[in-house]
């Protein structure tokens, strides 16, 4: 074999290489992805695109990205930072649009309650957005997306301890104001 032709090989194998670490990627974490940019950006076209930043974000890293340790961190990290950042594009632009949240009932729930659910949790939804940024931030990331403690910590750049004050604290605000919410419709 000539020279040219081995280092084409080991080009094109490279090239699957990395083609199959992306794959795996996309197979294992779209899902944790895509529900931490929702998380941030709250429409569901702005997360799936980017869903698409962040794969796109990951092929540049190339063979870097088999070195990491935690993969799962890792993407996370880059999700939440492509997502924070498609979201003070999306505000400084005024193009921020709010995503319908009701998901479909049980067809054995009665209408009424249907509905009580369905105001309930855009109810919460709203007092979540309304929380400081730097109390909602851990609260989504450790409650929703079920990110450790230290994970979440990785991906806002905070200490693991911050991380649970600010997501205890966030609940208790959202305690309080729920239940001052639930008094008042009684």
């Given at each position: ?29 779209a ?5 931490i940019?929702?998380?941030?950006l ?6 799936e ?22 993969q ?32 479909l ?23 979540i957005a ?7 931030d ?5 409650t929703?997306?079920?990110l ?6 990785s ?25 001052t919410?639930?008094?008042e419709?009684?």
């Amino acid at each position: 074999m000539t020279a040219d032709l081995v280092m084409a090989e080991q080009v094109m194998a490279a090239a699957g290489s990395e083609e199959n670490l992306l794959e795996s990627a996309v197979r294992e974490h779209a899902q944790l992805v895509y529900r931490i940019a929702y998380s941030v950006l709250r429409n569901s076209s702005e997360a799936e695109d980017a869903v698409q930043d962040t794969f796109l974000r990951v092929l540049r890293y190339g063979n870097k990205a088999a070195r990491v340790q935690d993969q799962k961190a890792w993407l996370a990290r880059i999700a939440w930072r492509v997502a924070v950042e498609r979201r003070s594009k999306l505000v400084h632009s005024s193009a921020r649009d709010e995503a319908a949240t009701a998901d479909l009932a049980s067809t054995t729930d009665s209408p009424d309650r249907v509905l009580m659910d369905k105001e309930r949790r855009e109810t919460l939804d709203r007092f979540i957005a309304a929380l400081p940024e730097q109390l909602r931030d851990p609260l989504i990331l450790a409650t929703i997306e079920e990110l450790s403690p230290r994970e979440v910590g990785s991906v806002i750049g905070i200490s693991e301890a911050a991380v649970r004050s600010r997501a205890f604290r966030a609940r208790q605000i959202l305690r309080e104001r729920m239940a001052t919410w639930m008094g008042e419709r009684q």
